[in-house]
């Protein structure tokens, strides 16, 4: 079974198995796609630098991350993700910039809202 293509708004879990290196562990949430690369990033740590992975390996192991769910190692008790839930429309996750159903026109939104399947809620800032 192949993995669903990795999204904006996925949130990849903690250490990914190597993904993004050997000393990285906490959640991001991909904020950029491209056919064969990702940019993901915690948005509550802005003073963090955005997490790259740009090969079939790495993102086969992102999106394995994704999958599998926030876990913590060591047999701890597993604790919430801090990036799972919902947004307040008066802080928006990340600002998107996206084609309109017409497809020409380009639109400038706030997500606000990552569903558990995934599905995006955007608000328009046009």
Avoid at 14 to 42: K, L, Q, T
Avoid at 71 to 98: H, I, N, R, S, Y
Wanted: with cysteine; net charge negative; charged share 20%.
């Amino acid at each position: 079974m192949t993995a669903r293509p990795l999204a904006v708004g996925d949130v990849i879990h903690g250490f990914a198995h190597g993904a993004f290196g050997r000393d990285h562990y906490h959640c991001v949430r991909v904020e950029a796609v491209g056919p064969d690369w990702i940019v993901a990033r915690n948005p509550g740590e802005p003073d963090w630098a955005p997490s790259f992975a740009s090969s079939t390996e790495e993102l086969g192991l992102c999106a394995q991350a994704r999958d599998e769910g926030h876990q913590t190692p060591w047999g701890e008790p597993v604790q919430p993700c801090p990036l799972a839930g919902k947004v307040t429309p008066t802080e928006p996750l990340m600002d998107v910039f996206f084609v309109a159903a017409d497809g020409r026109t380009i639109v400038h939104g706030s997500v606000i809202e990552i569903g558990d399947d995934g599905t995006l809620t955007v608000r328009s800032r046009q």
